[in-house]
């Protein structure tokens, strides 16, 4: 079975940090590209980040370039989002997923075969 498994989300002060993590099972990431998206309530899914199976090649939307870096690990399956100087539109829900090819519309979330459940980032004073 295909899973992916966020973690590290939760409350942290404007201009703090987190990292979250994504964890694969039932499937290796090495020949995935993953990519980090993120809900607000009453929002569209948005796509924040994507890093390529070899971890060569990376995107990040406007909203999160230069505070947040993507990164993977695919000895341990697992791929990274550190998030520095948070701000409160920061606040969503945070998702992984995952896809076999490596190409344009990486912030589309319909090219994604596979994803987590997401985990709460809350940014609040």
């Known amino acids: 079975q295909l899973q992916l498994v966020e973690s590290g989300g939760g409350l942290v002060q404007p201009g703090g940090s987190l990292r979250l993590s994504c964890a694969a099972s039932g499937f290796t990431l090495d020949s995935y590209s993953i990519g980090w998206f993120r809900q607000a309530p009453g929002k569209e899914r948005e796509g924040i980040s994507s890093?390529?199976?070899?971890?060569?090649?990376?995107n990040y939307a406007d909203s999160v370039k230069g505070r947040f870096t993507i990164s993977r690990d695919n000895a341990k399956n697992t791929v990274y989002l550190q998030m520095n100087d948070l701000k409160s539109e920061d606040t969503a829900v945070y998702y992984c997923?995952?896809?076999?090819?490596?190409?344009?519309?990486?912030?589309?979330?319909?090219?994604?075969?596979?994803w987590g459940q997401g985990t709460q980032v809350t940014v609040s004073s």
């Open positions: 890093i390529s199976s070899s971890g060569r090649s990376t």
């Open positions: 997923a995952a896809r076999r090819l490596w190409g344009t519309a990486w912030s589309a979330a319909g090219v994604y075969d596979h």
